[in-house]
């Protein structure tokens, strides 16, 4: 069965410190890849996604992700956290349908 | 402005009642998904609509059913209703034709069942 799995339920930060978070799955063959976030009280927004090309992908609000084909692994990074980063982040893979990681809650401390 | 929206926003139903949700997708979009988020989950999927059709379907019982009208908008039912079906439920939209579309999502509709 395909499968979505997050390193960290909750992660802490204080404003301007270097964010990643891990993202893993279970499968092979091609594969589209999403970062979601959501935040407090309003809908799933798509931050970035990849589907073929640079493994180094560019999203809004300065995020980016690396797809690492060999690891299975698409991490999310931000160089610099701000407080309005504070949210919940679900990483997604997409082959029929899309299936979510368990979500990594991110809370940035002023 | 999601794009996607459902109705209601909330809802509170009694166990062994049975519940519709609606949603309308966004402007341009003919495919739409329903999801279950429980709570300090990731969303699950339950069925996908296309061309009034469910062509995909989680792991989810049949309890679960939906419909798709020829304006593209959706409904979701749950019948006999448990407990365990208290959650956020999210609609999404997407292009079909867009085969690297990705998913645009409603606030969700949150029900309660007591």
């Known amino acids: 069965a395909q499968s979505v799995s997050q390193h960290n339920h909750h992660v802490i930060l204080s404003e301007a410190a270097s964010l990643e978070l891990g993202c893993n799955y279970s499968y092979g063959g091609t594969v589209n890849l999403f970062w979601y976030v959501q935040y407090p009280g309003q809908h799933l927004q798509l931050l970035l996604k990849?589907?073929?090309?640079?493994?180094l992908v560019k999203g809004i609000k300065g995020f980016e992700a690396e797809f690492i084909k060999s690891k299975f692994s698409f991490n999310l990074r931000k160089p610099s956290v701000q407080w309005s980063d504070t949210a919940e982040y679900f990483c997604a893979v997409r082959r029929q349908n899309f299936v979510f990681g368990p979500g990594t809650r991110l809370s940035v401390l002023p | 402005d999601a794009g996607v929206t459902q109705s209601p926003t909330h809802l509170i139903k009694t166990r062994g009642q049975q519940v519709t949700l609606r949603c309308s997708p966004k402007s341009g979009h003919d495919t739409v998904s329903w999801y279950q988020q429980a709570l300090g989950q990731g969303p699950q999927f339950i069925f996908q609509y296309y061309e009034e059709e469910e062509r995909q379907r989680g792991n989810f019982p049949d309890r679960f059913s939906g419909h798709q009208f020829p304006n593209y908008s959706s409904e979701l039912n749950v019948n006999a209703l448990l407990l365990g079906d208290s959650a956020l439920y999210l609609c999404a939209s997407s292009r079909m034709a867009g085969v690297n579309s990705p998913l645009h999502f409603g606030n969700g509709t949150r029900l309660t069942v007591t």
């Open positions: 990849y589907f073929s090309g640079d493994p």
